[in-house]
Nanobody, 123 residues
Framework: EAQLVQSGGGLVQAGGSLRLSCVVS????????MGWFRQAPGKEREGITA????????YYADSVKGRFTISRDNAKNTVTLQMNSLKPEDTAVYYC????????????????WGQGTQVTVSS
């Protein structure tokens, strides 16, 4: 059974850093497109970054480009999101997700989802 278990997140001041991890079981992360999404109160879920299996290429939304980094550890079957220079507008529930062939890296039609973790950035 496929399972994505997230850890990390919490409360941080603006300008600070946080790291989110997503431990995967049931399939290999290097065989899937792995994405991170977030959903702020009253807003739709948005894709912010992804790393896809075929060539390890990465996608970043403009809102996080240069501040967030997605990485994949095949040996640990884990995907990590390093978030630096955090801003109050980054406050949201963050989700990792996996799909072998999503419509696009930032689409929300991924098959498997983590449980979500809260990230709160204070000003």
């Amino acid at each position: 059974e496929a399972q994505l278990v997230q850890s990390g997140g919490g409360l941080v001041q603006a300008g600070g850093s946080l790291r989110l991890s997503c431990v995967v079981s049931g399939f290999s992360v290097d065989g899937e497109c792995m994405g991170w999404f977030r959903q702020a109160p009253g807003k739709e879920r948005e894709g912010i970054t992804a790393i896809c299996a075929s060539d390890g290429s990465t996608y970043y939304a403009d809102s996080v480009k240069g501040r967030f980094t997605i990485s994949r550890d095949n040996a640990k079957n884990t995907v990590t999101l390093q978030m630096n220079s955090l801003k109050p507008e980054d406050t949201a529930v963050y989700y990792c997700a996996a799909d072998q062939n999503p419509t696009s890296p930032h689409s929300t039609n991924y098959k498997y989802w983590g449980q979500g973790t809260q990230v709160t950035v204070s000003s």
